[in-house]
Each structure stands twice: as structure tokens, then as C-alpha cells.
């Protein structure tokens, strides 16, 4: 009887590392679509954060400085990011901040820009 027992022991022994196998792929692409999005979030927030910080000063200096505020609060990461700043539709003024997505692994061929627009009345 206890033969029997150790045969079917031993007839499990692969059975985990063939799940782990079978699950593997997808805990890897789990893991790099989650580090994809959050850089893709962090970005689109320093985008904006940029964007706000070249509108204030837009609005107090009228367009003085605002593409330099906006780059200075830009991160080291995001450098190569096109600045606007202009004058918009109802006698205020703009700032626009465009970088192409942030992907880590771009095997998929994403061509995506982020922009974010952030208008400031004249005071």
C-alpha cells in the first residue's frame, strides 16, 4: 500500500513549476503594463504641474518668463518637452506642455503625445 502512495507522490512532482510556467507571462505583462501606466500618469501630472507653473507666471508677467517656469519645473526626464505660451482667446494667456508618451518597453510602437493646457486669465 505505501508503494502505491509513493508513486503518486512522485507522479506530482512537476505539477508546480508547470503552473508556475503557465502563469508566468501573464504576472510579467500584469507587471510591465502597471509600470507603464504609472509612468504614463506621473508624466501627464509633471506635464500639467509644468503647465500651471508657467500659466502663474504668464498671468503676473505677461508671457515673460513662462516657457522658462514651465521647463524649470519640468523633470530632468521630461527636458525635451515642447513649451507654449501665447496669448488665448479671452485676453488671457496659456501655457501648453507636449511630450511623447514615456514607455519603458516600446516593442509596441506607441506613438503617443501627452498634452496638458492649463489657461490663465489677465490680472
Known sequence: ???????????????????????????LVTAVVAVEAFLAFVAAERLESAARAGARVAGTQELGGAEAEARAALPTWLDDATVTAAANDSAGFYVEVSHPLPIVFSAAGFDLTLTRRVDMPDV
Do not use: N, Q
Not at 1 to 27: K, N, T, V
Open 1 to 27: 500500500m505505501s508503494g502505491l502512495r509513493a508513486r503518486g507522490r512522485d507522479a506530482d512532482r512537476g505539477g508546480p513549476l508547470l503552473e508556475f510556467a503557465a502563469m508566468f507571462p501573464i504576472l
